[in-house]
C-alpha cells in the first residue's frame, strides 16, 4: 500500500514506515505527529484511487524523527578580475525527518500479494550436480 501526498509544493510515494525528509517546520517537536491532508493517489495493491485534484477524506500521519535537521553547506564564491571584487557566501537549508506511521484512505481496496520470496522456500538446501 502506498499514497502520493503533496507538501511545500514537492510530492512524496510513502508508504508505513518511509523516513523522509520534509521542509523545516519550527512548530513541531520531536515525537509531534504531523497529517498530511493533501493526498493525490493512493493504491492498496488493487486498482488506485485518483484525487481530482485531491481524494476527499484522505490522510497520511507522520511522526516527527527530528524537529530541525540541517542539509549540506552550498558555497556560493563570486571573483572578479578587478581588485577586491571577491563575494563568499553560503546556505545550509533546514528539513524536518519523519516517519510515516498511517495512510488513511476511505474506499480503498488493500490485496495483499505473497511475496517471491515467501512462495520459494529457503530451507531447502542447493544441489549441485558434476559433470562426469
Known amino acids: ?77 563570486t571573483f572578479h578580475r578587478r581588485n577586491a571584487s571577491k563575494r563568499h557566501t553560503g546556505h545550509r537549508q533546514k528539513y524536518t525527518r519523519v516517519k510515516i506511521t498511517g495512510i488513511s484512505i476511505p474506499n480503498l481496496q488493500i490485496v495483499e500479494r505473497p511475496k517471491a520470496a515467501d512462495a520459494v522456500s529457503s530451507e531447502a538446501p542447493a544441489v549441485a550436480t558434476a559433470a562426469s
Do not use: H
Open 1 to 77: 500500500m502506498f499514497a502520493v501526498f503533496e507538501d511545500g509544493g514537492r510530492q512524496f510515494r510513502v508508504q508505513m514506515g518511509d523516513v523522509l525528509a520534509i521542509d523545516y517546520r519550527n512548530d513541531v517537536n520531536d515525537g509531534q505527529v504531523i497529517t498530511f491532508d493533501k493526498v493525490l493517489l493512493a493504491n492498496g495493491g488493487g486498482p488506485s484511487i485518483v484525487g481530482q485534484p485531491v481524494i476527499s477524506g484522505a490522510t497520511v500521519t507522520a511522526e516527527v524523527v527530528t524537529a530541525l535537521l540541517k542539509g549540506l553547506k552550498l558555497e556560493i564564491q
